[in-house]
């Protein structure tokens, strides 16, 4: 379970699979000079509910990772998050697609 914090104050946990692509989801929009809305479900023993933050060039944005190993990149969940960033409604998270380039077991990967 990793930690997304943004401008200091706000914090929130989310899954170190789901924050790698959020990450770079985050960091292309910002490359790119594209700011943008974040929003995530909040936790219930905060009550529920839901943050929506504003994302720019100014934003103080820390991925803490409590994984040892780098999630392998899933790219249709990039395209899909990436979507969601360019929309109205802005980056949220979205289920993973199957990777249909991935290998799915090592069986396959030796065959």
Do not use: C
């Amino acid at each position: 379970m990793g930690k997304f914090q943004y401008n200091q104050m706000t914090k929130v946990d989310i899954d170190d699979r789901v924050l790698i692509h959020l990450q770079h989801v985050m960091s292309t929009k910002l490359r790119r000079g594209e700011p943008f809305a974040f929003t995530w479900r909040d936790d219930a023993s905060l009550g529920g509910g839901r943050t929506t933050v504003w994302v720019n060039s100014a934003s103080a944005l820390v991925f803490k990772y409590y994984g040892s190993r780098q999630p392998a990149l899933n790219h249709r969940w990039l395209e899909a998050l990436m979507f969601a960033a360019n929309s109205p409604n802005g980056l949220r998270s979205v289920p993973e697609p199957e990777d249909v380039g991935a290998v799915s077991s090592l069986t396959e990967a030796v065959a």
